[in-house]
């Protein structure tokens, strides 16, 4: 059974940081494209950034320079620490077992943080 598990999401102030994490397990984690995605009220879900195990990574423009993806092969953890946070960055974030790293199809998701940005 997969699962995706979502933490660190909240409530921060405009140029703050916050670092979300993700639990995976059921899955072959070290081998696997995980990604960020976010859904803001009204708009389409859309990538933030994605790795590789090996590291590669592929962000959006829109947070490129702000924010940073990570991942603990050994713990089958996602990171994303997300800094200078701005009020267009308040969405739902969602973990995600992608298929590559430039997003496309989705094998697997988690249920969601709420990161809100405050101006």
């Known amino acids: 059974q997969v699962q995706l598990v979502e933490s660190g999401g909240g409530l921060v102030q405009a140029g703050g940081s916050l670092r979300l994490s993700c639990a995976a397990s059921g899955i072959n984690f070290r081998f696997s494209v995980m990604g960020w995605y976010r859904q803001a009220p009204g708009k389409q879900r859309e990538l933030v950034a994605a790795?590789?195990?090996?590291?590669?990574?592929n962000y959006a423009d829109s947070v490129k320079g702000r924010f940073t993806i990570s991942r603990d092969n050994a713990k089958t953890s996602l990171f994303l620490q997300m800094n200078s946070l701005k009020p267009e960055d308040t969405a739902v974030y969602y973990c995600?077992?992608?298929?590559?790293?430039?997003?496309?199809?989705?094998?697997?998701w988690g249920q969601g943080t709420q990161v809100t940005v405050s101006s």
């Open positions: 995600a077992k992608l298929r590559t790293i430039q997003g496309g199809e989705v094998d697997y």
């Open positions: 790795n590789t195990g090996g590291g590669f990574a």
